[in-house]
C-alpha cells in the first residue's frame, strides 16, 4: 500500500515538474514515467492515462481544502474550542457537569456524551 501511495506521489510530482518545463498537451506518459523513474506498465497500472493522473491530483488537492476548510470552520465553533482545551459538557448530572481532562482523552471519556 506505501509503494502504491509512493508510486503515484511520484508521478504526480513528475506531472507538476514537467507542467513548469511545457504544456500539458506537450506531456507524453513516457515523460512522465521517466521524470518519475518508473515504467509505462506501472502508470498504466494505477492510470488509464495522463488526464486520470491529473483528476486524481486534483482531487487530492480538493480533499486537503476540504479538510482545511472544515478544520477551520471548527475553530468557529466554541464547543469544538472547548474540546480541543479538554473541557467536556455531559448530558446528566450523574456524570458531572463540568469536567476537566488534564490528560489524554480516552474512549470512555467521550462514552457519557454518545
Request: with cysteine.
Amino acid at each position: 500500500m506505501k509503494e502504491m501511495a509512493d508510486i503515484q506521489t511520484r508521478l504526480k510530482t513528475a506531472m507538476l515538474a514537467l507542467l513548469d518545463e511545457k504544456h500539458f498537451e506537450q506531456i507524453t506518459v513516457t515523460d512522465l514515467c521517466a521524470k518519475a523513474k518508473t515504467s509505462r506498465v506501472t502508470f498504466y497500472t494505477y492510470y488509464d492515462d495522463k488526464y486520470a493522473l491529473l483528476d486524481d491530483y486534483f482531487a487530492e488537492m480538493q480533499a486537503v481544502a476540504t479538510a482545511r476548510f472544515d478544520a477551520l470552520q471548527a475553530l468557529n465553533n466554541p464547543f469544538y474550542n472547548l474540546h480541543r482545551l479538554g473541557i467536556f459538557f455531559t448530558p446528566s448530572p450523574r456524570f458531572a457537569d463540568l469536567l476537566l481532562v488534564t490528560g489524554p482523552v480516552t474512549y470512555a471519556m467521550h462514552e457519557p456524551l454518545l
